[in-house]
């Protein structure tokens, strides 16, 4: 069993920067495909971001690309996303997820979840 825990997240202004952590616990780190979702208040769950368990290669939604990176440290067993030019409409709960598909983009894919992080982008 693997057990990630999702940090970093907070309160920032529009225009601002976070760097989202989850640490993973209980299995072989880089034996994982990971990925980040985030889910809004009455909206679905989302896919933003997904890497390959050495980290070559990476995938983004379109509502992220080129204001988030997603990357990983196998040796801290820990992946990251870092997200700039935040908007007000990136408000929701961040999750990371492990999972044995490369590059997965949907939720079903992935078998490990984190109880998510709050980022709140608001002036």
């Known amino acids: 069993q693997v057990q990630l825990v999702e940090s970093g997240g907070g309160l920032v202004q529009p225009g601002g920067s976070l760097r989202l952590s989850c640490a993973a616990s209980g299995g072989t780190f880089s034996s994982y495909s990971m990925g980040w979702f985030r889910q809004a208040p009455g909206k679905e769950r989302e896919f933003l971001s997904g890497?390959?368990?050495?980290?070559?290669?990476?995938s983004y939604a379109d509502s992220v690309k080129g204001r988030f990176t997603i990357s990983r440290d196998n040796a801290k067993n820990t992946v990251y996303l870092q997200m700039n030019s935040l908007k007000p409409e990136d408000t929701a709960v961040y999750c990371c997820?492990?999972?044995?598909?490369?590059?997965?983009?949907?939720?079903?894919?992935?078998?490990?979840w984190g109880q998510g992080t709050q980022v709140t982008v608001s002036s």
């Open positions: 890497i390959t368990r050495s980290g070559s290669a990476t």
């Open positions: 997820a492990a999972g044995l598909f490369r590059l997965g983009t949907l939720a079903g894919e992935y078998d490990y």
